[in-house]
């Protein structure tokens, strides 16, 4: 027996580790039926006989809830289907919408007749795929926390892959892209990415050996504790986040940029500029054909490695900023986007759906909105703002950006936790487009 279901986003941070994602566009036409679970809780099995019985009587009463890209929409999650087990978390059941509900059904439905296979690529850490029908491609990505790789760090505590982040915290990334994605009704094209807890056979035998060498350590060590763990037919519990795959033609790095239209440039790099995005390398592009023209289409994947920490902002990195499109100026569509963003309001959202998000890491998402806000109001193109907010120029030295963060502390003697920092900051963002551009 398989089961998937939607997790609390306040999981404790000893349950640390990876991520997920995957390849797909917003989808805009997604249908999700909400009484289809009632008929595969039937099919798939009987563990509880009242909601079996309840299920009967609702077969008959199918209503169809409408997609919408209302990132507040709430529907009713995919419980009742055996393999979308209920989580204990009512709160995050009510929050997710109708295309997060979609991808777990299908993904659920797919887990009860197959195993997620682990991908071979990349060095991120466990990458499952959760096949399609008939194994023609997979229909979502999972990655568990756990298998979330990092580094050794000083006193041999563990650090994320980037200066700034920690392992275990990608799936928080992923999911609050997708979130900032959805505030701005989808307009950056992040896949549809939820946080889940998947239960699978396929994790026993894993946990079984890393039991084992841990009693053995123990028993070199002379100590000694209970084995706890309950293997079953249901499986270990992961938990991570899931998104939705799309096929793609290629990846960017083995297409030439002259193939991409300025507006997908501009609209992914002013993603990555507003999270302060730590891993946009041409790999992580994934490029898509119209079916309804013969242009190539961008959708941008991997943000585990977003909003690092407020006072480690040195591995910010654009491969982008070397696309001839990203000097062309910003037109009055994305202006008016940018002038928009309310980033407060953004801040409190995020915080109120993912309240395991560090702190530090929504400081960075209001210390880099601000500056691109500046920026382009004063006119600067994408090229000269993602120099400004990384060390393209020299990786031993600070860039502009953090220049201007240290000095609005050293200088006014604030910090970011006090309310007058951010009108010195702004002023001092200010001060630094006046004297280079």
Same mark, same amino acid.
């Given at each position: 027996?398989?089961?998937?279901?939607?997790?609390?986003?306040?999981?404790?941070?000893?349950?640390?580790?990876?991520?997920?994602?995957?390849?797909?566009?917003?989808?805009?036409?997604?249908?999700? @039926? =909400? *009484? +289809?679970? %009632? $008929? &595969? !809780? #039937?099919?798939?099995?009987?563990?509880? /006989?009242?909601?079996? @019985? =309840? *299920? +009967?009587? %609702? $077969? &008959? !009463? #199918?209503?169809?809830?409408?997609?919408? /890209?209302?990132?507040?929409?709430?529907?009713?999650?995919? $419980?009742?289907?055996?393999?979308?087990?209920?989580?204990?978390?009512?709160?995050?059941?009510?929050?997710?919408?109708? $295309?997060?509900?979609?991808?777990?059904?299908?993904?659920?439905?797919?887990?009860?007749?197959?195993?997620?296979?682990?991908?071979?690529?990349?060095?991120?850490?466990?990458?499952?795929?959760?096949?399609?029908?008939?194994?023609?491609?997979?229909?979502?990505?999972?990655?568990?926390?756990?298998?979330?790789?990092?580094?050794?760090?000083?006193?041999?505590?563990?650090?994320?892959?980037?200066?700034?982040?920690?392992?275990?915290?990608?799936?928080?990334?992923?999911?609050?892209?997708?979130?900032?994605?959805?505030?701005?009704?989808?307009?950056?094209?992040?896949?549809?990415?939820?946080?889940?807890?998947?239960?699978?056979?396929?994790?026993?035998?894993?946990?079984?050996?890393?039991?084992?060498?841990?009693?053995?350590?123990?028993?070199?060590?002379?100590?000694?504790?209970?084995?706890?763990?309950?293997?079953?037919?249901?499986?270990?519990?992961?938990?991570?986040?899931?998104?939705?795959?799309?096929?793609?033609?290629?990846?960017?790095?083995?297409?030439?940029?002259?193939?991409?239209?300025?507006?997908?440039?501009?609209?992914?790099?002013?993603?990555?500029?507003?999270?302060?995005?730590?891993?946009?390398?041409?790999?992580?592009?994934?490029?898509?054909?119209?079916?309804?023209?013969?242009?190539?289409?961008?959708?941008?994947?991997?943000?585990?490695?977003?909003?690092?920490?407020?006072?480690?902002?040195?591995?910010?990195?654009?491969?982008?900023?070397?696309?001839?499109?990203?000097?062309?100026?910003?037109?009055?569509?994305?202006?008016?986007?940018?002038?928009?963003?309310?980033?407060?309001?953004?801040?409190?959202?995020?915080?109120?759906?993912?309240?395991?998000?560090?702190?530090?890491?929504?400081?960075?998402?209001?210390?880099?909105?601000?500056?691109?806000?500046?920026?382009?109001?004063?006119?600067?193109?994408?090229?000269?703002?993602?120099?400004?907010?990384?060390?393209?120029?020299?990786?031993?030295?600070?860039?502009?950006?953090?220049?201007?963060?240290?000095?609005?502390?050293?200088?006014?003697?604030?910090?970011?936790?006090?309310?007058?920092?951010?009108?010195?900051?702004?002023?001092?963002?200010?001060?630094?487009?006046?004297?280079?551009?």
């Amino acid at each position: 027996m398989i089961s998937m279901a939607p997790t609390p986003l306040y999981l404790p941070a000893e349950e640390a580790n990876r991520v997920i994602r995957s390849p797909i566009f917003q989808r805009k036409d997604s249908k999700y @039926n =909400n *009484n +289809n679970n %009632n $008929n &595969n !809780n #039937n099919n798939n099995n009987n563990n509880n /006989n009242n909601n079996n @019985n =309840n *299920n +009967n009587n %609702n $077969n &008959n !009463n #199918n209503k169809d809830l409408k997609s919408s /890209n209302d990132p507040i929409q709430q529907v009713q999650s995919p $419980n009742k289907d055996k393999s979308l087990r209920k989580s204990g978390s009512p709160w995050l059941s009510s929050q997710i919408n109708s $295309n997060q509900a979609e991808l777990m059904e299908l993904s659920g439905k797919r887990l009860s007749s197959s195993s997620p296979k682990l991908c071979s690529e990349g060095v991120g850490g466990g990458v499952y795929f959760i096949q399609g029908e008939k194994d023609t491609h997979p229909i979502s990505v999972f990655k568990p926390r756990d298998e979330e790789n990092g580094i050794i760090g000083p006193n041999h505590s563990m650090m994320g892959m980037k200066a700034g982040t920690l392992p275990g915290e990608g799936a928080f990334k992923e999911v609050a892209i997708y979130l900032f994605d959805q505030i701005h009704k989808g307009y950056f094209g992040v896949p549809v990415t939820t946080l889940v807890e998947v239960q699978h056979p396929i994790w026993n035998k894993q946990q079984q050996q890393q039991q084992q060498q841990q009693q053995q350590q123990q028993q070199v060590d002379g100590a000694t504790t209970e084995n706890d763990s309950n293997f079953n037919e249901l499986g270990v519990k992961k938990i991570g986040s899931l998104q939705e795959y799309i096929v793609y033609e290629d990846t960017a790095d083995e297409v030439g940029c002259s193939k991409f239209s300025v507006d997908d440039i501009h609209r992914i790099g002013l993603l990555d500029s507003l999270v302060l995005n730590c891993d946009r390398h041409s790999g992580n592009l994934l490029v898509v054909a119209k079916e309804d023209s013969d242009r190539l289409e961008l959708v941008p994947i991997d943000h585990s490695l977003c909003l690092p920490s407020s006072d480690q902002l040195s591995d910010a990195w654009f491969d982008w900023i070397n696309f001839p499109q990203s000097k062309v100026p910003f037109s009055e569509k994305e202006k008016q986007l940018v002038e928009s963003i309310d980033i407060d309001k953004v801040i409190r959202q995020l915080h109120s759906k993912l309240p395991k998000l560090r702190l530090g890491c929504l400081e960075t998402l209001k210390l880099a909105t601000l500056f691109v806000k500046k920026a382009v109001e004063a006119g600067l193109n994408l090229c000269q703002i993602g120099m400004a907010i990384s060390r393209y120029q020299s990786l031993d030295e600070p860039s502009p950006l953090e220049a201007i963060i240290a000095n609005t502390i050293k200088i006014q003697k604030l910090s970011l936790s006090n309310p007058h920092f951010w009108t010195a900051y702004q002023n001092e963002i200010d001060l630094f487009i006046d004297q280079n551009y």
